[in-house]
């Protein structure tokens, strides 16, 4: 691992990891002792944050798991948002194909009423676009830098969703994504028999122009979490890596590192400068586990049938906030 490597040269010349730790000044020397572990580019929080939020959904139809929202400061002073910052309680919804806890069941694309979907404009003079739209769990939709709409449903139940947009060509699709969490801060949710599993994310959509999710987008990460050794996280090629790292369980959850980074205000903008931003790594159906999900299923035509494929970061277990870019030409 370059990391490694790194870290022994650091080891070799005294001088330079004293400087290292001075600059960290962490709270206490336990944490001093990990943070030295870690020499990427973003910023480190250990342990559970504060929740600002408790829960922004209750489902009225069946079972959610509680979606709240935390805030965490690292040793800097900054206050990170996890597991996103988000505008689920002020934008408009995208509207849904399938949402249960809103009673709305339809069993294929037939019977969804495609002409109720409202049209944002971004270009008055464009072409109308329709999208599909499933994610795990929550995304916030942008074309060249108007926010279209956000999913109405934070964490569970699944639901998919349908949007339309007017515009020309070439325009640039700007995503945010978040794999939420139960134990805020933690990166974890209680599954499987584990108070502490490492949950999943994914996002997949079709557009009627022919764009799909694909490799050809890019996914950059913010919010990586549980981490127990800062010292399995690396960065290369501007790919922030966390695919050398374990999972929690129920001995070690609560004391789990998080890993933030900032977000420029105008990523979501058709200027923005993404070049040094990974490709998108691709995941199947079976990976994300949808093939028992009606939200998907009922509609699969429009997501792995249109051959589109769920994309995220590298890590779709470990990293919870992804930013997604696109441009079609
Ligand atoms: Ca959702
Ligand atoms: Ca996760
Ligand atoms: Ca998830």
């Known amino acids: 691992m370059k990391n490694e490597l790194f870290k022994n040269i650091l080891f070799s010349i005294g001088g330079i990891v004293m400087i290292g730790s001075t600059a960290m000044s962490c709270a206490s020397d336990d944490i001093q002792m990990?943070?030295?572990?870690?020499?990427?580019?973003g910023s480190i929080t250990q342990g559970a944050a504060?929740?600002?939020?408790?829960?922004?959904?209750?489902?009225?139809?069946?079972?959610?798991?509680?979606?709240?929202?935390?805030?965490?400061?690292?040793a800097q002073g900054t206050v990170w948002t996890v597991p996103g910052s988000n505008q689920f309680s002020s934008a408009p919804?995208?509207?849904?194909?399938y949402e249960q806890c809103a009673g709305i069941t339809p069993r294929n694309l037939a019977e969804v009423n495609q002409d109720d979907v409202p049209v944002v404009?971004?270009?008055?003079?464009?072409?109308?676009?329709?999208?599909y739209i499933f994610a795990d769990n929550y995304f916030e939709l942008y074309i060249n830098g108007k926010l279209i709409a956000v999913d109405s449903v934070p964490f569970t139940p699944f639901n998919s969703s349908i949007v339309k947009f007017k515009v020309s060509k070439p325009y640039t699709i700007a995503v945010k994504v978040i794999d939420w969490e139960e134990n805020l801060g933690l990166g974890s949710e209680n599954n499987r028999g584990n108070a502490y599993h490492a949950g999943d994310g994914g996002f997949i959509a079709s557009f009627s122009d022919g764009t799909v999710t694909n490799r050809d987008w890019q996914a950059q990460t913010f919010y990586t979490s549980p981490i127990l050794d800062l010292s399995c996280l690396s960065e290369k090629d501007g790919a922030r890596l966390s695919t050398d790292c374990g999972v929690t369980d129920?001995?070690?959850?609560?004391?789990?590192?998080?890993?933030?980074?900032?977000?420029?205000?105008?990523w979501m903008n058709e200027d923005f400068d993404s070049s040094t931003w990974p490709q998108a790594s691709l995941y199947s159906d079976d990976e994300i586990g949808v093939n028992n999900k009606k939200a998907y299923m009922n509609f699969i035509e429009k997501f792995s049938g249109a051959g589109a494929s769920f994309i995220w970061s590298t890590n779709v277990v470990l990293d919870n906030e992804v930013l997604l870019r696109y441009t079609v030409n």
């Open 34 to 41: 990990h943070h030295d572990d870690y020499l990427g580019s």
């Open 50 to 74: 504060t929740t600002v939020v408790s829960n922004l959904f209750t489902c009225q139809n069946g079972r959610s798991r509680v979606a709240g929202i935390g805030e965490i400061t690292d």
């Open 93 to 97: 919804k995208a509207m849904d194909l």
């Open 121 to 131: 404009t971004v270009d008055p003079q464009g072409e109308v676009i329709t999208g």
């Open 250 to 266: 129920e001995k070690n959850g609560q004391q789990a590192y998080a890993v933030h980074w900032t977000m420029a205000d105008n």
